[in-house]
């Protein structure tokens, strides 16, 4: 695997992630832990809601990967199967998710979009909880939902394993990537374009739509459902 | 500006979850459930045979025959599936006013939350087969006859409100009866296995 400093040249400490994305990381990471501790421990009104700030983180951070900064758009991490085998062979120089992290995080955020959505229309063994949009669908799907919703946490604790492996294989190979993911800094080999920042007002704008649809759906998305 | 975006994010993520989905959750149900002290006399009878200490023993000194035992564990099963169903109902036909359907189950669960007094007779538990009642119910008999017995009052409670016209009120008593499932089910039932 390549290290990003090539040539022996003085590598600078300059910011690759911006505050946004640093947020969605930790408030994701620290929901998920929440999430699954109020659903083993009798609060599954606050496992809901939990769910309901996972949508919005998730609203929030796809519409960040289109006006945010450069590197939280997908425009500027998503690349091919070619750009993947370039980076496999050492030949990638950036800063950002590599064309190979960028596959993991798509799978993350497709995973947790699933497992949001199966929530959404599930409903408790007892019938007790509604998810929001569990009117919208009948109780025996409501009922599969939450069955696969309970299995699909298996998936994801899988890929959160897996990502937790790729973080300490590079760690090994001594690229540290949780101080950045933490600070928003890095080395940065010289000569490697820099972070174009994305504008704070439009990250309030990314979030304030987050929160919109998050609302409407906990409304039971009218006029379709209640 | 750094801080204050942090702030500003921190406290929007948080105030997304300020609004209300539909559920019969329970606010302060539990008080209400219990004004009416009448128990059901099948309940008293049979699952608090004895008080506290005694009634372990007994369940060691006379258990059920396996099969009998299996056989009320199924019934058990089944009439529990069968509230579950009807309360699912219930909480879908309270989204559409649907007061027909609200008070058919209602009825239904009312009915089976009588039937519930003869499903937890001693040994039955899952030491005897499988089953996600936990020992406790036997070791805390008084504690689970009264839960048990404001599951009965709340779903007779809720059978009267749905034989009116008044939403709100059955949706005061579905929260009400819900809390009476919880309350019971978060101390007494064990998680599911798969």
């Given at each position: 695997m390549p290290r990003q400093v090539p040539g022996g040249g003085k590598s600078l400490r300059q910011v690759v992630w911006d505050l946004p994305v640093r947020l969605f990381h930790w408030l994701l990471a620290a929901l998920i832990a929440f999430s699954w501790w109020t659903v083993h421990n009798h609060h599954t009104d606050w496992h809901i809601w939990s769910g309901c700030a996972i949508l919005t983180l998730l609203i929030f951070r796809i519409l960040w990967g289109f006006v945010g900064s450069s590197t939280a758009r997908f425009?500027?991490?998503?690349?091919?199967?070619?750009?993947?085998?370039?980076?496999?062979?050492?030949?990638?120089?950036?800063?950002?998710?590599?064309p190979l992290g960028a596959v993991s995080v798509l799978v993350l955020l497709a995973a947790v979009a699933i497992q949001v959505g199966l929530g959404l229309i599930a409903?408790?063994?007892d019938g007790i909880y509604l998810g929001p949009l569990a009117g919208l669908v009948s109780t025996d799907t409501s009922d599969k939902a939450r069955d696969i919703h309970e299995l699909w946490f298996d998936v994801i604790l899988a890929l959160i394993a897996l990502h937790l492996l790729a973080i300490l294989y590079y760690r090994l190979r001594g690229k540290k990537l949780t101080v950045p993911m933490i600070t928003g800094r890095a080395d940065v080999a010289p000569g490697t374009s820099p972070m174009r920042p994305g504008k704070w007002w439009m990250a309030l704008i990314c979030l304030a739509i987050g929160i919109g649809i998050t609302r409407w759906i906990i409304a039971g998305a009218p006029p379709f459902g209640s | 500006m750094r801080s204050k975006l942090l702030a500003a994010s921190c406290a929007c993520v948080l105030l997304a979850a300020c609004g209300g989905w539909k559920s019969g959750q329970a606010n302060s149900a539990q008080g209400n459930i219990s004004k009416d002290n009448r128990p059901p006399a099948t309940a008293k009878a049979s699952v608090v045979t004895n008080n506290g200490m005694a009634n372990s023993m007994v369940m060691l000194a006379v258990p059920l025959p396996k099969d009998r035992a299996l056989q009320v564990m199924h019934v058990r099963h089944e009439g529990m599936e069968?509230?579950?169903?009807?309360?699912?109902?219930?909480?879908?036909?309270?989204?559409?006013?649907?007061i027909g359907t609200v008070r058919a189950n209602a009825a239904k669960i009312a009915q089976l939350s009588q039937q519930a007094s003869t499903w937890f007779?001693?040994?039955?538990?899952?030491d005897v087969g499988k089953t996600?009642?936990?020992?406790?119910i036997w070791q805390s008999a008084?504690?689970?006859?009264?839960?048990?017995?404001?599951?009965?009052?709340?779903?007779?409670?809720?059978?009267l409100?749905?034989?009116?016209?008044?939403?709100?009120?059955?949706?005061a008593r579905f929260a009400d009866l819900g809390a009476t499932c919880k309350a019971c089910h978060d101390k007494y039932r064990a998680e599911e296995n798969h």
């Open positions: 425009a500027s991490f998503v690349r091919g199967p070619s750009a993947i085998a370039d980076y496999w062979r050492g030949r990638w120089a950036g800063i950002g998710h590599n409903e408790d063994e | 069968a509230i579950g169903d009807a309360n699912k109902a219930v909480h879908r036909a309270l989204g559409s006013s649907d007779p001693a040994g039955t538990g899952p996600r009642a936990k020992p406790d008084d504690d689970f006859a009264a839960k048990l017995r404001g599951f009965q009052t709340a779903a007779r409670a809720l059978q409100a749905a034989g009116g016209n008044n939403v709100a009120a059955m949706n």
